[in-house]
Nanobody, 124 residues
Framework: QVQLVESGGGLVQAGGSLRLSCAASGRTFSSHTMGWFRQAPGKEREFVAAISWSGGGTSYADSVKGRFTISRDNAKNTVYLQMNRLKPEDTAVYHC?????????????????WGQGTQVTVSS
């Protein structure tokens, strides 16, 4: 497992942008597939995006495809989520997650490391 700490959340107007960061501790970060999930009040935690250990493979939820971009810098042990053209329905707590292995995963139960989350609020 790796320890994960998210940052970069905040309040933004609809149409704006934010970049989330997730800093990981541990020497095995580069062997982890990483993902972003979000949870709005009263809703289940849902998949947003994932990236393979090398960065060569990515996957996105349909609701964010074309607006969000996931990337990683293994030298800095950090994964990012660039969020553009934000909508009020993107409002949620965003969690970073990690799993050992090379396959990109969309199911939250495939991940065994989680951060505490960072709040993103989009006003209309």
């Amino acid at each position: 497992q790796v320890q994960l700490v998210e940052s970069g959340g905040g309040l933004v107007q609809a149409g704006g942008s934010l970049r989330l960061s997730c800093a990981a501790s541990g020497r095995t970060f580069s062997s982890h597939t990483m993902g972003w999930f979000r949870q709005a009040p009263g809703k289940e935690r849902e998949f947003v995006a994932a990236i393979s250990w090398s960065g060569g493979g990515t996957s996105y939820a349909d609701s964010v495809k074309g607006r969000f971009t996931i990337s990683r810098d293994n030298a800095k042990n950090t994964v990012y989520l660039q969020m553009n053209r934000l909508k009020p329905e993107d409002t949620a707590v965003y969690h970073c997650a990690g799993r050992r292995g090379t396959m990109v995963a969309r199911n939250r139960y495939d991940y065994d490391s989680w951060g505490q989350g960072t709040q993103v609020t989009v006003s209309s």
